[in-house]
């Protein structure tokens, strides 16, 4: 045998084999990987919330985008890095990116509601957003829980906004990943998370990863395909991102995450039309705007069930939904979301040129 079939026999898996075991034992025992942000400034503060402006490269678009992301998770997962970042890509693409980083409450914010929340926080940002931009209008892009809030606010504000982008968005809560004897017994009256807010007060952080590890196999951030594909810098890279970010869990408001259980899980307020917030009933008939929807084929985490929905009781002429291949997470991690939204968004958006003629 020759050196060189020696080598490619021998020699090389094993040097692979040492390579993949140097990679793990470098990632248990270094510091978690600092996630550089695309270029930012803040415009606007609130309490624990942020609202980033990232602007475009070059920017093709006059149509803003405003990003809004669930209240349980920390919203960096949609800004995880150069080459993945979902906001990265869209500003590579042309557009404007405004960002609402929720941030998270203590102990002195367990009063905050869902109405809080959406009004006080989302409602002003985006009213901010709109100033600091000085658009017309604005899109409204919302992603997980954040897209649930998304629709709530365009239901029920006078703002322009332009079109709304939902992914993977959980509408009906009468279905999902949440156990179904929960869901019987929360629906029943048999099950009730308020004695378990109230003594907490605000939610820690340590309990939602507990509960978010418990429901979905994707925050369990399996150690299986690292120890699998280790030799892969790439792939051992953005696992790191994503493992550190399944083990940031936000903390959630007492107040609020008693409001989502007991309006959104129990009682379906928002899919029946009963959900009141600010003092105004939301009504997914009033949204009007161009509407884009997508859901992804392997979701463990919102299911297309639940997403489905929104298409009926939308009063949008202009509507599409899609199903991507792809998984909940993955979706931001690979920064899939911006490519995604890009050639709808590109369609239904006011160009610069368009605008100085």
């Known amino acids: 045998m020759s050196t060189k079939a020696l080598e490619s026999n021998f020699l090389l898996p094993i040097k692979r084999e040492a390579k993949r075991w140097n990679q793990l034992y470098k990632i248990m025992t270094e510091p978690k990987p600092e996630i550089v942000p695309t270029p930012r400034e803040c415009v606007w503060k609130k ?5 980033w402006f990232h602007p475009a490269k070059e920017k093709k678009y006059e149509t803003p985008i405003f990003l809004v992301y669930s209240l349980l998770n920390k919203v960096y997962i949609l800004d995880i890095g150069e080459g993945s970042s979902v906001v990265g890509g869209l500003t590579e693409r042309g557009y404007d990116v405004y960002l609402l980083e929720w941030g998270s409450p203590g102990l002195e914010d367990s009063h905050l509601t869902l109405d809080n929340y959406i009004i006080d926080y989302l409602e002003n940002a985006v009213k901010r957003a709109l100033r600091h931009s000085e658009a017309k209008d604005i899109t409204m892009a919302g992603y997980c829980l954040g897209g649930t809030a998304a629709a709530i606010l365009t239901s029920i504000t006078n703002l322009p906004i332009k079109n709304l982008v939902l992914a993977a968005v959980p509408i009906d809560f009468s279905i999902g990943i949440v156990p179904d004897k929960w869901l019987e017994g929360l629906q029943k ?49 953005k696992w790191r991102r994503m493992d550190k970010w399944t083990k940031d869990t936000a903390s959630f408001a007492g107040a ?51 997403s489905l929905p929104v298409m009926e009781l939308v009063s949008s002429e202009d509507k599409t939904y899609k199903v991507y291949e792809g998984g909940h997470v993955s979706l931001a991690l690979t920064g899939a979301f911006a490519g995604i939204m890009d050639p709808w968004l590109a369609a239904h958006s006011q160009e610069i040129h368009e605008v100085l003629t």
């Not at 309490?47 to 609202?51: D, F, M, V």
């Not at 099950?191 to 109230?198: C, E, H, I, K």
């Not at 340590?206 to 892969?232: C, Q, W």
């Open 256 to 306: 609020a995450f008693k409001q989502m259980f007991n309006d959104l899980y129990r009682d379906n307020k928002l899919l029946k039309g009963d959900l009141m917030i600010g003092g105004r009933k939301v009504d997914l008939k009033n949204i009007k705007c161009p509407l884009f929807v997508f859901s992804c084929s392997r979701d463990n985490l919102v299911l297309e069930q639940q």
């Open 189 to 237: 009256g048999q099950l009730s998370f308020d004695r378990f807010a109230d003594a907490h007060e605000t939610i820690p952080s340590e309990f939602l990863y507990l509960m978010f590890r418990m429901l979905s196999p994707v925050y369990g951030s399996p150690k299986i395909n690292l120890i699998t594909r280790a030799h892969d810098e790439k792939y051992v890279e």
């Open 47 to 51: 309490n624990k919330t942020t609202l």
